[in-house]
């Protein structure tokens, strides 16, 4: 879904600079390579709309990787550690998470100043 939407928005060489992938650990691996992941918010970084969330659901792929699903981020509460995503497995939906839930690996930080 995350790269299907950079895509339909005409915002892929923001996302793996336009290579198409739909694996979110690969997705999380540039953000790394770039410099631009980041474990949990902190006072020089917060996550913004548009940024990714990354998580790990053990119904998620198989082969022991540490990420397996990828969100769009809509919004974030740096007071309660909230934020907000969309998705689109299986269907386009809304959600809400925090940023110490187990499940979440980090966040890659979309460059649009590119």
Known sequence: ???????????????????????????????EWEGRFHELPDDEWQPAPGDIAFFYYSDGFPGGEVISHAEIVTSYDSETGIFRTMSGNPEVDWHEHSVYADDVRGFGDVDWEV
């Open 1 to 31: 879904y995350v790269w299907w939407s950079f895509r339909e928005a005409g915002l892929s060489e923001y996302l793996c600079d336009g290579e198409m992938t739909v694996y979110p650990q690969r997705q999380a691996a540039y953000f």
